[in-house]
């Protein structure tokens, strides 16, 4: 008879540490939003997970700072960018000498230096020998290519210059708000 109410005190402090258990469970263990989002709501606001913005009366907002630029990542960035860069140029400059060309602009140049010159007809000039497509075309290459190389460099060394003056100053700072909708 001794031993039941010991097995009775037993199961009831089980009952209660499980009980204890289950609540700090839940009070120190949120999901990562409801923590994420308390985090952001800074002091002074509510911090109901389902709530949004609005209906609490002001807008969180969360101070980050930009202190470090990877200049591995940054130069295979501004890489891809600048090779797209100068894919654009090259064929924007096709598109337009095939334009120039279909509106007769090269052959109105002709004329015009033909009659300026007071050339014999068996002397005629071609503006497309001194400017021809090959030959601009190629030569908008080589300054895509150029380009290619400078703005990586460029970007990569701004990448590092940056990193330098960010361990001096602490870098950039960014406000987010959250949007109201």
């Known amino acids: 008879m001794t031993d039941r109410p010991a097995e009775a005190q037993r199961s009831r402090d089980d009952k209660t540490r499980s009980d204890r258990k289950d609540t700090t469970d839940k009070s120190t263990k949120s999901p990562l939003t409801e923590r994420v989002q308390a985090a952001l709501a800074g ?4 911090s109901a997970p389902g709530q949004p913005a609005a209906e609490r009366g002001s807008t969180r907002t969360a101070r980050l700072r930009l202190t470090r630029l990877d200049p591995w990542s940054v130069m295979k960035t501004s890489f891809l960018l600048s090779i797209a860069f100068g894919i654009v140029t090259v064929v924007a400059v096709a598109i337009v000498w095939g334009v120039l060309g279909a509106a007769g602009v090269w052959e109105s140049i002709n004329t ?45 060394l701004s990448a590092f210059l940056y990193n330098l003056a960010a361990a001096l100053l602490g870098g950039l700072e960014v406000t987010l708000a959250e949007d109201d909708r």
């Open 43 to 46: 002091p002074g606001t509510s």
């Open 112 to 156: 015009s230096v033909q009659q300026i010159v007071g050339g014999d007809a068996e002397s005629s000039f071609d503006v497309e020998d001194y400017l021809g497509a090959e030959r601009i075309l190629g030569f908008t290459v080589l300054i895509a290519v150029v380009d290619v190389i400078l703005i990586t460099a460029i970007a990569t």
